[in-house]
Protein backbone atom coordinates (compact mmCIF):
# COMPACT_ATOMS: atom_id res chain seq x y z
CA UNK A 1 0.00 0.00 0.00
CA UNK A 2 1.06 3.44 -0.70
CA UNK A 3 0.29 6.69 0.81
CA UNK A 4 0.06 9.49 -1.57
CA UNK A 5 -0.02 13.29 0.30
CA UNK A 6 -0.52 16.44 -1.91
CA UNK A 7 0.07 19.84 -0.71
CA UNK A 8 0.90 23.17 -2.42
CA UNK A 9 -2.67 24.16 -3.46
CA UNK A 10 -4.49 27.32 -3.34
CA UNK A 11 -5.58 30.50 -4.52
CA UNK A 12 -3.97 32.43 -6.70
CA UNK A 13 -4.61 35.29 -9.49
CA UNK A 14 -4.38 34.25 -13.17
CA UNK A 15 -1.30 34.43 -14.47
CA UNK A 16 0.41 33.52 -11.57
CA UNK A 17 2.22 30.46 -10.28
CA UNK A 18 1.73 27.44 -7.50
CA UNK A 19 3.83 24.12 -6.91
CA UNK A 20 1.65 21.25 -6.00
CA UNK A 21 3.99 18.73 -4.41
CA UNK A 22 3.46 14.60 -3.72
CA UNK A 23 5.01 13.20 -0.74
CA UNK A 24 5.05 8.93 -1.38
CA UNK A 25 5.37 6.83 0.77
CA UNK A 26 6.60 3.50 -1.48
CA UNK A 27 10.09 2.29 -0.40
CA UNK A 28 11.73 2.71 -3.90
CA UNK A 29 9.34 5.35 -5.59
CA UNK A 30 11.67 5.15 -9.01
CA UNK A 31 9.71 1.90 -9.79
CA UNK A 32 6.52 3.81 -10.18
CA UNK A 33 4.67 5.76 -12.38
CA UNK A 34 3.50 8.66 -11.21
CA UNK A 35 0.48 11.10 -12.39
CA UNK A 36 -1.20 14.36 -11.66
CA UNK A 37 -4.89 14.40 -12.57
CA UNK A 38 -7.51 17.10 -11.67
CA UNK A 39 -11.31 17.07 -11.35
CA UNK A 40 -13.48 20.50 -12.02
CA UNK A 41 -16.63 20.16 -10.55
CA UNK A 42 -18.81 18.39 -12.80
CA UNK A 43 -15.84 17.21 -14.85
CA UNK A 44 -14.16 14.18 -15.15
CA UNK A 45 -11.09 13.37 -13.58
CA UNK A 46 -8.06 13.75 -16.36
CA UNK A 47 -4.63 13.28 -16.54
CA UNK A 48 -2.85 16.71 -16.50
CA UNK A 49 0.88 15.22 -16.34
CA UNK A 50 2.69 12.16 -15.97
CA UNK A 51 6.40 10.82 -15.45
CA UNK A 52 8.26 7.48 -15.76
CA UNK A 53 9.83 6.06 -12.43
CA UNK A 54 13.47 6.59 -13.96
CA UNK A 55 12.01 10.12 -15.02
CA UNK A 56 13.23 10.28 -18.46
CA UNK A 57 9.95 10.62 -19.94
CA UNK A 58 6.88 12.54 -19.13
CA UNK A 59 3.39 13.60 -21.01
CA UNK A 60 1.26 16.21 -20.51
CA UNK A 61 -1.93 17.29 -21.55
CA UNK A 62 -2.65 19.77 -24.33
CA UNK A 63 -3.99 22.57 -22.33
CA UNK A 64 -1.04 22.78 -20.08
CA UNK A 65 2.03 21.86 -22.45
CA UNK A 66 4.43 24.74 -21.84
CA UNK A 67 3.10 26.14 -18.78
CA UNK A 68 2.88 22.98 -16.25
CA UNK A 69 5.68 21.26 -15.41
CA UNK A 70 6.27 17.49 -13.58
CA UNK A 71 9.21 16.17 -12.19
CA UNK A 72 10.04 14.17 -9.13
CA UNK A 73 12.90 13.48 -6.66
CA UNK A 74 13.42 9.98 -5.99
CA UNK A 75 15.36 10.15 -2.78
CA UNK A 76 12.99 12.27 -1.32
CA UNK A 77 10.15 10.30 -2.60
CA UNK A 78 8.08 13.16 -3.60
CA UNK A 79 6.64 14.05 -7.18
CA UNK A 80 6.15 18.10 -8.09
CA UNK A 81 3.91 19.85 -10.51
CA UNK A 82 5.44 22.80 -11.14
CA UNK A 83 2.63 25.41 -12.52
CA UNK A 84 2.89 28.77 -14.59
CA UNK A 85 0.79 31.06 -16.23
CA UNK A 86 -2.16 30.19 -14.36
CA UNK A 87 -5.45 30.16 -16.08
CA UNK A 88 -8.84 30.59 -14.39
CA UNK A 89 -10.21 27.64 -16.48
CA UNK A 90 -7.21 25.65 -14.50
CA UNK A 91 -9.52 25.50 -11.21
CA UNK A 92 -9.80 22.38 -10.07
CA UNK A 93 -8.85 19.72 -7.80
CA UNK A 94 -5.65 18.14 -8.34
CA UNK A 95 -4.89 14.75 -7.35
CA UNK A 96 -1.38 12.75 -7.20
CA UNK A 97 -1.31 9.32 -8.38
CA UNK A 98 1.12 6.36 -8.49
CA UNK A 99 1.38 2.91 -10.13
CA UNK A 100 4.27 0.22 -9.79
CA UNK A 101 5.29 0.17 -12.94
CA UNK A 102 7.93 1.99 -15.18
CA UNK A 103 5.89 2.64 -18.23
CA UNK A 104 4.49 5.65 -19.08
CA UNK A 105 0.87 5.14 -18.57
CA UNK A 106 -2.01 7.98 -19.49
CA UNK A 107 -5.33 7.04 -18.54
CA UNK A 108 -6.98 7.19 -15.73
CA UNK A 109 -7.22 3.34 -15.19
CA UNK A 110 -3.26 3.20 -14.85
CA UNK A 111 -3.17 4.38 -12.12
CA UNK A 112 -3.43 2.26 -8.42
CA UNK A 113 -2.91 4.63 -5.81
CA UNK A 114 -4.64 7.93 -5.14
CA UNK A 115 -4.12 11.16 -2.61
CA UNK A 116 -7.17 12.98 -1.15
CA UNK A 117 -6.69 16.38 -4.05
CA UNK A 118 -5.59 19.80 -3.04
CA UNK A 119 -7.43 22.34 -4.01
CA UNK A 120 -6.50 24.85 -6.71
CA UNK A 121 -8.43 27.98 -7.73
CA UNK A 122 -7.14 30.89 -10.08
CA UNK A 123 -9.29 33.90 -10.07
CA UNK A 124 -9.46 35.96 -13.02
Known amino acids: QVQLVESGGGLVQAGGSLRLSCAASARTLSSYRMGWFRQAPGKERDLVAAIRGSGDSTYYADSVKGR ?20 PEDTAVYYC ?12 GGYKYWGQGTQVTVSS
Do not use: E, G, H, W
Not at 97 to 107: E, F, G, T, Y
Open 68 to 87: FTISRDNAKNTVYLQMNSLK
Open 97 to 108: AADPSNLLVVVR
